[in-house]
């Protein structure tokens, strides 16, 4: 539930961040280099043993490890510790910080953006809207983030759940079956025959 409210509400947190930040530059792309190289890339799985969470700045600097989300709230801390604009910004697979200057590419392109998050005063102003979606891409991305990730044990419960799903319909339509007509309802309806 924490991280379903972190998603639409992210804990952006500069006093967790504060003394590093300062000793950053001032250029947002290196800082944001600094971000990227400090925090190592460690998707759910491998951070918590679940796939998938939505940290909190102090999370992701206590392990130093983090998937976007991580890298993202850590990056928009240092930004808000400094006094420097930026805004979040989130495709259908992937967040990221946006800052004056920077050039998106890739998944981090703006037409691929379906909200966006900038700090007011007093709290959040945020935009919704229709993004594109390379499908291909994004179930590779979800591949990638979800099942290559995981571990072989979660791999075999997660294929047996929807092995288990998928023959739900069928063993509802044979208890039916059985239920309508007996379970062996043809022995009883042969012939008696009896001799004199």
Not at 66 to 84: I, N, P, T, Y
Not at 102 to 109: A, F, H, P, V, Y
Request: one cysteine or more; aromatic letters at 10%.
């Amino acid at each position: 539930m924490r991280s379903i409210q972190n998603a639409w509400r992210p804990v952006i947190d500069a006093d967790v961040v504060r003394d590093w930040a300062l000793t950053l530059p001032a250029n947002p792309r290196q800082i944001e280099a600094a971000v990227l190289e400090r925090i190592t890339y460690a998707v759910p799985w491998e951070t918590d043993g679940v796939p998938w969470t939505f940290p909190t700045p102090a999370e992701v600097m206590a392990r130093n490890a983090g998937d976007c989300q991580g890298r993202a709230v850590v990056l928009a801390s240092v930004f808000e510790a400094r006094g420097m604009p930026y805004r979040l910004e989130a495709s259908f697979d992937h967040i990221w910080v946006d800052y004056p200057g920077r050039k998106g590419t890739g998944i981090e392109n703006p037409n691929k953006v379906m909200v966006r998050r900038a700090p007011t005063s007093d709290g959040w102003a945020s935009r919704m809207r229709l993004p594109e979606i390379d499908w291909a891409e994004s179930w590779r991305i979800e591949r990638e983030y979800f099942w290559d990730t995981a571990p072989w044990l979660r791999r075999i419960l997660i294929a047996s759940g929807w092995i288990v799903l998928a023959l739900i319909p069928t063993v509802r339509r044979r208890a039916r079956s059985i239920g309508a007509h007996g379970p062996s309802s043809h022995h009883h309806d042969a012939p008696v025959i009896t001799s004199h």
